[in-house]
């Protein structure tokens, strides 16, 4: 039974969560106007991932709320769907349900959520581009234990983002 209400805690969050992908040409927006002087921004996604994961636990912690564990066994997921944002080139939680199911399937996950951004340079804008969406706040100040985040760039070194979060027991 409990199984199942996860599950279904699952589904029910696939579908709140695709309504944040509505932001992306506001991303785009963001994105152009970096580029107006003729700015080269080099992004290392590695780095990227760390820096961003670190502001994620700081803005938690500031708030009140626990810091999140990784969960290197959701990182493949993340990975994944940012390639699948590249090759698609666009912003989007597409296939977001068979993901969570996966996820929670795999790590025995309650609940499961996720933000997506793109073409932010730095970590310290993809974190105010989320905090001033209310859906990406509300999973990233979510009741979540774990998380994961891949940057991976496209083949104009744009960065594409995807952080899963995640509640396990």
């Not at 990784?70 to 940012?82: I, L, Q, V, W």
Request: aromatic share 8%.
């Amino acid at each position: 039974m409990k199984k199942l209400y996860g599950k279904l805690l699952v589904i029910g969050l696939a579908f709140a969560v695709s309504m944040c992908s509505t932001s992306s040409f506001e991303e785009g927006q963001e994105y152009t106007e970096a580029l107006l002087g003729n700015e080269k921004v080099t992004v290392d996604p590695v780095s990227m991932e760390e820096e961003l994961l670190d502001l994620v636990n700081e803005h938690r912690a500031s708030i009140h709320k626990n810091v999140l564990e990784n969960s290197a066994a959701s990182y493949k997921y993340a990975e994944e769907h940012n390639q699948y944002m590249i090759a698609h080139n666009e912003l989007s939680h597409d296939n977001f349900g068979d993901r969570a199911t996966q996820i929670a399937d795999e790590t025995g996950a309650l609940v499961v959520s996720e933000n997506v951004a793109r073409y932010y340079t730095s970590a310290e804008k993809t974190l105010e581009g989320w905090l001033n969406s209310s859906s990406h706040k509300e999973a990233m100040e979510g009741d979540f234990t774990h998380t994961t985040l891949s940057v991976q760039l496209d083949k104009d070194g744009r960065p594409y983002y995807t952080q899963i979060f995640l509640k396990l027991e």
